[in-house]
């Protein structure tokens, strides 16, 4: 189907003219500014000019998130790893809602989508790993940097290979651990240490953040499937049942976020490896 538009310009001598049909005369007259129009067929394979503008909304929660990441890493070197392994929280949540903003508001963009995933590599990538490092695992030596290196090379695999996947993975799981639960991990472990004074200088502490560090890496880049919520849609009615859950969730993790959010993460980094499991015992493909 053909596309028109009126195309306006000047001609005062040709509206003059005697020859000028009548009609067109008539309807210059009822516009009064000596404008007339003209129907231009717009060719439909053309594609039109769009704005280069960005949309404010979800990059701005998206600049929040980052900001969130760089007060992480600040805050590890100033060795406030309370406060830094917050502010990765902090980001995990703002992560999670400028998608949502996005698709809610109709604003995807392409930038949108490069500019989230530079975001979280900084952000649950180097942020983690740096914090982690600052924390226990600099006394390993080059063990500790290995570790947090297996870390942040994972996040960054794990984000490039979303980045080419997103339009034949199925939108109902993720493969590998997201990058934003790996880095929740990691932080939760040094929260739920620093906040019961736990002495990092002890053998097993850093030992632990290791294994923490090369397992979240490497299950970030495995083919483990790992829910992803995609599929939970706010604007329509869920059971009451789910309301309950949520303001349980709410009252555990209020009484005690650092342990209540550990464990969260912990039971959810795991989750992929159950559904292979069982995908693999059972024969049957867990939807």
Known sequence: MSTFRRRGRIDRSRLSSRHTPSTERQWAEELGDGIDYEVEELDPHKPRLRSKGIYLLPNAFTTAALFCGFFAIVNAMNHQFEIAAIAIFASLVLDGMDGRVARMTNTQ???GEQYDSLADMVSFGVAPA???YEWALKDLGKWGWLAAFTYCAGAALRLARFNVNTSVV???FFQGLPSPAAG??????????????IPVRDTAIPWITFFIAV????????NARFYSGKALDVRYRVPFGVMVLMIL????????????????FVVYSISGY??????????????
């Open 184 to 197: 929740a991990l990691m932080a939760g472990f040094i929260w739920l240490a620093d906040d019961n004074k």
């Open 274 to 287: 159950v559904i292979w499991a069982w995908e693999r015992l059972g024969g049957k493909r867990f939807s």
């Open 170 to 172: 199925d939108k109902k």
């Open 109 to 111: 963009s392409a930038f």
């Open 249 to 264: 969730t709410f009252v555990l993790i209020s009484s005690n976020p650092p342990l209540t959010l550990f464990g969260l």
């Open 215 to 222: 397992y979240a890496g490497l299950t970030m880049v495995s």
């Open 130 to 132: 740096l914090v982690a």
